[in-house]
């Protein structure tokens, strides 16, 4: 299973609003909902801030939203702030009872 | 408070073995789906293996298959990972995670496996 592709980084602003990309297959995002977001600070655990597409956890705040189309989801964090600069990773159920992740996307808040 | 705790990893020779234990508080152990993921060096994640509450039914990635095992113990509110004729490319941090919608939540601290002679 390959891993989904994301890019590399993106940037934005404090007060700006950034969106990841998260592109897979017919297999995978375009088949289930199963899509999930994580963000990862240096040498930190990943945290859960969407799962199920558009979910947010309890204590996620509602700047960080997720979509999907077709085989792409999408992780938008509006309203950027210092402390959302980190790694996102997105992942997805994608099938014969395996989950994929991206290949994460580094956000700097410029 | 939810909190994962794993141990037990080291430096490891490549082709021994290593056993992975994630202790678990907060929450209702035996009734989630448990994961590993790992991390290499400066890579991004990868999906390990995952374990049914009742420790029934497992599956693996692909690349994994034969040389490591998920388990657990829910009397013990502990998840396992027994790996063996472990590689150079092993080396990672091994992270548990509990089964939450369609992702993982939350996440414990991590545990670095090194394979080097």
């Known amino acids: 299973q390959s891993a989904l592709t994301q890019p590399p980084s993106a940037s934005g602003s404090p007060g700006q609003s950034v969106t990841i990309s998260c592109t897979g297959t017919?297999?995978?995002?375009?088949?289930?909902?199963?899509v999930s977001w994580y963000q990862q600070h240096p040498g930190k655990a990943p945290k859960l801030m969407i799962y199920e597409v558009t979910k947010r956890p309890s204590g996620v705040p509602d700047r960080f939203s997720g979509s999907k189309s077709g085989n792409t989801a999408s992780l938008t964090v509006s309203g950027l702030q210092a402390e959302d600069e980190a790694d996102y990773y997105c992942?997805?159920?994608?099938?014969?009872?395996?989950?994929?992740f991206g290949t994460g996307t580094t956000v700097a808040v410029l | 408070e939810v909190q994962l705790v794993e141990s037990g990893g080291g430096l490891v020779q490549p082709g021994g073995s290593l056993r992975l234990s994630c202790a678990a508080s907060g929450f209702t152990f035996s009734t989630y789906w448990m994961h590993w993921v790992r991390q290499a060096p400066g890579k991004g994640l990868v999906w390990v293996s995952r374990i049914s509450n009742d420790g029934s039914t497992t599956f693996y990635a692909d690349s994994l298959k034969g040389r490591f095992t998920i388990s657990r113990d829910n009397a013990k509110n502990t998840l396992y990972l027994q790996m063996n004729s472990l590689r150079a490319d092993d080396t990672a941090v091994y992270y548990c995670?509990?089964?939450w919608g369609s992702g993982f939540d939350p996440w414990g601290q991590g545990t670095l496996v090194t394979v080097s002679s």
């Open positions: 992942s997805a159920y994608a099938g014969s009872k395996n989950f994929v």
């Open positions: 995670g509990r089964h």
């Open positions: 017919s297999s995978d995002i375009g088949t289930y909902n199963s």
